[in-house]
C-alpha cells in the first residue's frame, strides 16, 4: 500500500470559516509534509513533521496551523485565510526526512 | 533559496517520439527524484536517484544522476497518450525536497 489519503478533495470556505485538512498514511513513514501548489507553480514547501514532531516550517502564515495527532495522521487546520491563500494542498510522507515522498491527490480549496 | 531549473518548460510532440528534458541547479544535490502530475492529482514518484552517474530505468523511462550532481536528466522512449502531464524534478536540500519548474508534455496521436 503505498497510498496517501487527503480528505475533502474540494473545499469552498470563507474568509471567516475555520476549516481542516486532513491526510492519512499507513505505511509506517515517520516523516510527513504539507505543500502547497497554485496553478502552473511546482509544490512550495509548508511544513515537515518528523516523528510526529514540527520539524520544518517555511515561514507560513499562522492562519495555517499543522497538527500530528499521530504517526499516521496529519491535519492543516485552516483559519481566517485570503482569497489569495486559493490554491491545491498536497500532503506527502516517506520514510525518513525529504526522501522519496509519495503524495495524495490534494485537496483543491477555493477561498470566497 | 535553491532553485531548480527544468528545460524544455513545454513540449509537444507526436505519439511514438522519444522525449528528453533535463533539471539543472547551482546547488549540488545529493538525491533527484522525478515525478509525473496530471491535472488536479498529486504528484507521482516516477524515478528515485542517489548516486552521482547513476542510470534508473522504469519501462519506457530512464534518468539519470548528472556526475557534477548539479543536473539530471529523464527521457521517455516511444511515447503514447498518457505520457501527457507535468513532469517535476525534485532535488533533496537540507532535508528539504525542492521542486524545479516543470516540463508540460503534450502527445498528439
Known amino acids: 500500500d503505498t497510498e496517501v489519503t487527503q480528505t475533502p478533495k474540494h473545499l469552498v470556505m470563507g474568509m471567516t470559516n475555520k476549516k481542516s485538512l486532513k491526510c492519512e498514511q499507513h505505511?509506517?513513514?515517520?516523516?510527513m509534509y504539507w505543500y502547497k501548489q497554485k496553478a502552473k507553480k511546482p509544490p512550495e514547501l509548508m511544513f515537515v513533521?518528523?516523528?510526529?514532531?514540527?520539524?520544518i516550517n517555511e515561514s507560513v502564515p499562522s492562519r495555517f496551523s499543522p497538527e500530528c495527532p499521530n504517526s499516521s495522521l496529519l491535519n492543516l487546520h485552516l483559519h481566517a485565510l485570503q482569497p489569495e491563500d486559493s490554491a491545491l494542498y498536497l500532503c506527502?510522507?516517506?520514510?525518513?526526512?525529504?526522501?522519496?515522498?509519495?503524495f495524495g491527490q490534494g485537496t483543491r480549496l477555493t477561498v470566497v | 533559496g535553491q532553485q531548480l531549473n527544468q528545460s524544455p518548460q513545454s513540449m509537444f510532440i507526436q505519439e511514438g517520439e522519444d522525449v528528453s528534458m533535463n533539471c539543472t541547479s547551482s546547488s549540488i544535490f545529493n538525491t533527484w527524484l522525478w515525478y509525473k502530475q496530471d491535472p488536479g492529482e498529486g504528484p507521482v514518484l516516477l524515478i528515485a536517484l542517489y548516486k552521482a552517474g547513476e542510470l534508473t530505468s522504469n519501462g519506457r523511462l530512464t534518468a539519470q544522476f548528472g556526475i557534477t550532481r548539479k543536473d539530471s536528466f529523464l527521457n521517455i522512449s516511444a511515447s503514447i497518450p498518457s505520457d501527457v502531464g507535468i513532469y517535476f524534478c525534485?532535488?533533496?536540500?537540507?532535508?528539504?525536497?525542492?521542486f524545479g519548474t516543470g516540463t508540460r508534455l503534450q502527445v498528439f496521436p
Open positions: 513533521y518528523s516523528y510526529e514532531k514540527l520539524s
Open positions: 506527502a510522507s516517506s520514510q525518513a526526512d525529504g526522501v522519496e515522498a509519495f
Open positions: 525534485a532535488g533533496l536540500w537540507a532535508d528539504k525536497l525542492i
Open positions: 505505511m509506517g513513514h515517520r516523516a
